[in-house]
């Protein structure tokens, strides 16, 4: 027990809290081969008594750990370095011995494009955004035109904006970047073009989750590339499967926190293995980091470019599921070796995102409210989630059984097997209801087994009465269908 809390090397006086030192701590000690795989870590109680802390501090620790797929609880057995790491030789961290860049601070909708439908995928809460603040941060920056801020704006985005972001992802997502590795986007679809036209070139093959979001497989066949469906599974995308079917993709789309829709996370040892090939053919990995922002069950998952060592990673994140959609804005970050590359793709594409869109975000951003929105909108997207949850457990029973997820701003819900998802979806869509298929999402050329389940947004119910009354036109559908 002693070698353990020596091991730990807690800094009392550091800004850092407790909790994330343990937790560090262990993780660098697994990275680096200190602790192996099988090895039984100290109970909560002692090493808490050990080191001098709550129970609380090392049972947040080592929930962290345990999410992330470092540690694995064994109920009363106890808790293990996990066992998946055993034939899955780990990759060195950015905080183990890596020298980071500097970031310098500078703090100078709807369906039909419309209404949001009931249960309409992909939309923030739109009725409790902070309307008020955001007009007066708009209205500011109106006020302090310039002359020179009527020419034409950066290509690549506003500083302000690509700094602000850097700070946020040092902060909320686990990595350091410099703010020149930021690209500003007009959207995800934007984000794509912009991948694809700088480090891609038609017939390229490259990996998609199967099932997947379908715009994805949209601009990536209208790009002139070569998907190759990979299936899901419970730890995430098979990457093994893929290597061996497809070793010389040239790419990867996946979203590895929250995998889009069946909402598993990519598994710790699939990560490695993932960033390992990508390493080993010098391919990409386009990271969709889509709303790992809304995780209901401990600290939001670490991004895949957090482990990424040999810069093969291009994390994408928008603001559209944490803000509003009609933003229209996205943002690229690369590897310091790409930036030059791709800023001169911006050169000639500029950015189409306007800079008074992307001021005022930054602003949003500076002054905290962004942080507390995001805050705000965890809490209530829990009630939401389990308002939807009660309604369908309650009218439906027999024929739906919701999926427990961790986070994420839709609901999985598996049909029996009496009934078929597409038929249901679109039933349920000609009487105004935005469900959605997942054999809907599979790869047209996909050879995996078809899931049997829908997909419902769950962010724009605001009472029980009105979830009720939605869920009941549901169970309609469901028993017309039933009836023959």
């Known amino acids: ?11 009392r006086q550091h800004n850092e809290p407790v909790y994330r030192q343990i937790y560090q701590r262990i993780k660098e000690a697994i ?63 950015n905080i183990v011995g890596q020298p980071e860049p500097t970031i310098t601070l500078n703090h100078s909708l709807s369906a039909n494009r419309g209404m949001a439908r009931p249960f309409q995928l992909g939309l923030p809460a739109l009725d409790v955004f902070p309307r008020a603040q955001w007009g007066k941060i708009m209205a500011k920056q109106l006020h302090h035109l310039t002359a020179t801020s009527l020419g034409h704006p950066p290509a ?23 703010p020149s590795q930021v690209f500003i986007c007009a959207g995800y679809q934007s984000l ?43 730890d995430g995308m098979d990457v093994i499967t893929a290597i061996n079917d497809c070793p010389q993709a040239r790419f990867a789309i996946i979203t590895p926190a929250h995998q889009s829709p069946l909402g598993v996370a990519l598994s710790l040892a699939r990560r490695i293995a993932l960033l390992e090939w990508a390493e080993q053919q010098q391919s990409w990995i386009i990271e969709d980091d ?73 602003e949003f951003i500076n002054q905290g409210h962004f942080y507390r929105h995001l805050k705000r909108m965890r809490h209530l997207y829990v009630e939401r989630r ?28 598996q049909l029996a097997s009496r009934l078929v998802d597409s038929e249901v979806a679109a039933r349920a869509q000609s009487q105004g209801l935005a469900i959605e298929a997942v054999s809907d999402w ?43």
Not at 314 to 323: D, I, Q, R
């Open 1 to 11: 027990m002693s070698n353990f809390s020596h091991l730990l090397k807690l800094d």
């Open 31 to 93: 990275v680096q081969g200190t602790l192996l795989p099988d090895t039984r870590v100290p109970s909560v109680r002692a090493l808490a008594s050990e080191v001098g802390v709550a129970r609380g501090t090392v049972e947040n620790a080592y929930g962290q750990l345990i999410a992330e797929g470092f540690l694995q609880s064994r109920g009363q057995g106890g808790t293990y370095v996990s066992a998946q790491l055993r034939d899955a030789p780990l990759l060195p961290l």
């Open 156 to 178: 690549a985005g506003l500083p302000a904006l690509r700094e602000s972001i850097a700070h946020y992802l040092q902060l909320s997502r686990g990595f350091s970047c410099h």
């Open 192 to 234: 794509l073009d912009l991948v694809v036209n700088t480090v891609l070139k038609p017939g390229d093959c490259g990996w998609l989750e199967d099932p997947g979001y379908p715009a994805t497989q949209q601009l990536i066949r209208e790009a002139g590339l070569i998907p190759h469906p990979v299936n899901v599974d419970g």
């Open 290 to 362: 889509y709303d790992s922002e809304f995780r209901y069950q401990g600290r939001p998952l670490p991004p895949l470019k957090s482990l990424d060592r040999h810069g093969r990673v291009l994390y994408a994140g928008t603001f559209s599921k944490v803000m509003f959609p009609a933003l229209r804005l996205a943002y690229l970050v690369v590897p310091p070796e790409l930036v030059a590359v791709f800023n001169h793709r911006c050169q000639l594409r500029s950015c189409a995102s306007p800079p008074l869109i992307q001021a005022s975000v930054a």
């Open 386 to 413: 389990e308002m939807l949850t009660a309604s369908l457990e309650r009218q439906l029973a027999g024929s739906v059984r919701v999926e427990q997820q961790a986070g994420g701003i839709q609901l999985l819900a």
């Open 442 to 484: 599979a790869l047209e050329n996909g050879r995996h087994p078809r899931r049997n389940a829908l997909l419902m947004g769950f962010t724009n119910l605001t009472s029980v009465a009105e979830t009720d009354l939605l869920v009941a036109r549901l169970a309609a559908v469901i028993a017309a269908i039933a009836e023959g």
